[in-house]
């Protein structure tokens, strides 16, 4: 079921450049339910959104890097945090989502660039060009993140998994 919505969601907002949703369901059930199933889920839907956006191989090396680091990260913070979701931890929670989320786009410069052997001034103009989308999914992190962070955890942890 959580592949589905994410990739439903990632479906439904995909033509609206710098908005999305993956990052704050994937992080709180990363953080609720712990790293194993957080990798399960990311790589799970890593590799089945291509049957609806198409087998890139440099999009799935990128999304299957990223999205396991990330729920490493958001697990090990969700038993560190001990599940909770006082003031402070929802402020490290949305600060490091837009650090994700910024990583995400620093990934795909690298990893894209090497894979299809850019011209280094192709390159510069890839990175350049994904500037124009990272902003905006930075602040939509921040804001789904903030916004949705806490009532996510609640519904998520009612949920035995």
């Not at 590799?47 to 956006?53: E, H, P």
């Not at 989502?97 to 103009?125: E, G, Q, R």
Request: charged letters at 5%; proline letters at 2%; glycine letters at 4%.
């Amino acid at each position: 079921m959580s592949v589905a919505l994410l990739i439903a969601l990632q479906m439904a907002l995909h033509m609206i450049s710098g908005v999305e949703l993956v990052t704050v369901i994937l992080l709180c059930l990363s953080f609720c339910y712990g790293i194993r199933t957080g990798l399960a889920i990311a790589t799970t839907f890593s590799l089945l959104r291509c049957f609806f956006f198409g087998f890139q191989i440099n999009v799935i090396v990128l999304y299957l890097v990223y999205y396991n680091l990330f729920c490493l990260f958001y697990g090990w913070l969700g038993k560190r945090f001990s599940r909770k979701t006082g003031w402070l931890q929802l402020v490290i929670v949305v600060a490091s989502s837009v650090v994700f989320t910024a990583l995400f786009t620093m990934l795909d410069n690298v990893i894209t660039p090497v894979i299809y052997a850019f011209h280094p001034n192709v390159a510069k103009v890839y990175f350049l060009q994904s500037m124009t989308a990272m902003i905006p999914q930075m602040v939509c992190a921040a804001v789904s993140v903030s916004v949705l962070f806490v009532p996510l955890t609640r519904v998520i942890r009612k949920i035995n998994f």
